[in-house]
């Protein structure tokens, strides 16, 4: 630990094999908002907060932001720069502050003794099987084991549910729009929070876009009237952007898909890096709990799944749900322990198979793949596999079960080398090109239509 003028310097011991940029870069995760992966400094940077106790507290959510490097002089230990989210300057904090921040980063990057015990166990199992078939694919050899999570459970499964029954680019707009919130919320005072939430009650899904436009100018009248009565709220901006399509839909069919809002999705993931002054930290369940439905869905384009968050938030502001005893049970990494994890999960309004398989993964269970039309048309497209979705689970189990207990890993490792294949090395992938990674973009007749930015 060291102090130098405008930052707190934190040291984090590592594995002899560890490397942040693999370790980081494994997952769409990464890219999600507040997480910002610097190509270039090969560094990742985001809000974390003070506590790990703010599930069902009255503990305010205060939260710095740290930045995460592995210096090249000293590769066997992380950095971790911390600085006051607010002035930029070094933050004196408290021995139990520190030892929580560096626990949420060890849970980001799997520092834990299970999760290195796992790494290696891959490694062996991986090993094996390419001797047995008498070939190692180099993407297997160089997959780091380690997939990238974030450093809270609830934020994890708040962001398992926006992966569901949406593309890619309307992901990345909905986890930016609720940093962006979580901001708002962090800059307004209480009275002005509460006149903030609009009651608008929520619109039916046959409703057409001039009646959604008519409500984006009734909340920037309201906006425009609260700054004109507190002086403090003048520099807070509310992007109307996020209700001017989206309305709540209660009962939302689980495989439907959902439309691509392009418009929206070219705002929300090319603003350019000056404009993250005003992304906070993603919002604690207490932060979320008392926000109003209609208000939260179309300020972050959540669509139905906003009453499931909330849900998910109060569950777990009343006690109802612990994640601090769903966390601690895959101590015990067994079966019977991940079937008593899955039906716990399963009685979680929102958490269908794709959403409560993600979770697990998160987790750290490995066995079973997460599986949708990503799947099908991965293994399709590289296994000559054609399958349904129905069937994509047997025919995903047929390809990778020999990798047992590690199904996932393998799967992911091939299909990560794909993207790369297709996109190039992902962590040097521009911010504002991570809206390119969709399933249209990896057909094959789409691969010279893809251009990327140059950031050096």
């Excluded at 626990?103 to 001797?131: G, W, Y």
């Excluded at 069919?253 to 809002?261: G, M, V, Y």
């Excluded at 269970?365 to 590289?382: A, G, M, W």
């Amino acid at each position: 630990m060291g102090m130098e003028e405008s930052v707190l310097k934190l040291k984090l011991p590592l594995a002899e094999t560890f490397n942040l940029e693999t370790a980081v870069c494994s997952h769409g995760l990464f890219m999600m908002s507040p997480n910002r992966w610097d190509p270039l400094s090969r560094s990742l940077s985001r809000p974390l907060h003070l506590s790990n106790s703010l599930d069902n507290t009255d503990i305010p959510s205060v939260s710095v932001d740290v930045t995460i490097c592995q210096p090249q002089q000293d590769p066997h230990s992380l950095r971790i720069e911390v600085r006051n989210s607010a002035s930029g300057s070094a933050p004196s904090l408290s021995q139990e502050q520190q030892d929580a921040l560096l626990a949420q980063v060890k849970r980001m990057l799997r520092l834990s003794e299970a999760d290195e015990r796992n790494v290696r166990d891959f490694k062996r199992i991986a090993s094996q099987v390419a001797q047995e078939e008498g070939e190692e694919t180099q993407y297997m050899k160089d997959f780091s084991g380690r997939v990238f999570r974030s450093p809270t459970l609830f934020e994890d499964m708040v962001k398992c549910m926006l992966l569901c029954n949406c593309q890619w680019p309307r992901t990345l707009s909905m986890a930016r729009a609720l940093c962006e919130l979580q901001w708002e919320l962090q800059h307004c005072s209480p009275s002005i929070s509460d006149g903030f939430i609009p009651q608008t009650p929520a619109g039916k899904e046959s409703k057409r876009r001039q009646k959604v436009l008519k409500v984006a100018s009734k909340l920037t009248s309201r906006i425009a009237e609260s700054k004109a009565s507190s002086e403090d709220y003048m520099n807070l901006k509310l992007d109307c952007a996020g209700v001017l399509e989206e309305n709540v839909r209660p009962s939302f069919p689980q495989n439907d898909i959902e439309s691509d809002l392009h418009g929206l999705n070219e705002l929300s993931t090319t603003d350019p890096p000056s404009a993250r002054d005003r992304i906070g930290n993603f919002p604690s369940p207490r932060e979320l709990a008392n926000l109003d439905e209609s208000f939260l869905a179309k300020r972050c384009n959540l669509g139905y799944r906003a009453g499931r968050i909330l849900k998910l938030a109060r569950g777990i502001v009343d006690g109802q749900i612990q994640l601090r005893e769903l966390e601690d049970m895959c101590n015990e990494a067994s079966l019977t322990t991940y079937d008593k994890l899955a039906e716990q999960l399963s009685q979680i309004n929102g958490f269908g198979p794709f959403t409560r398989n993600n979770v697990l993964v998160c987790i750290g269970f490995y066995h079973v793949i997460p599986t949708d039309s990503e799947t099908i048309r991965h293994l399709k497209q590289v296994h000559a596999r054609n399958c349904t979705s129905k069937t994509v689970q047997i025919i995903a189990e047929s390809i990778y079960g020999k990798y047992a207990p590690f199904q996932f890993l393998a799967y992911w490792s091939e299909l990560w080398h794909f993207y790369e294949k297709r996109f190039g090395k992902l962590s040097e992938m521009p911010y504002s090109d991570y809206k390119l990674i969709t399933a249209s973009n990896m057909g094959i007749k789409n691969i010279r239509k893809v251009k990327r930015t140059k950031i050096f």
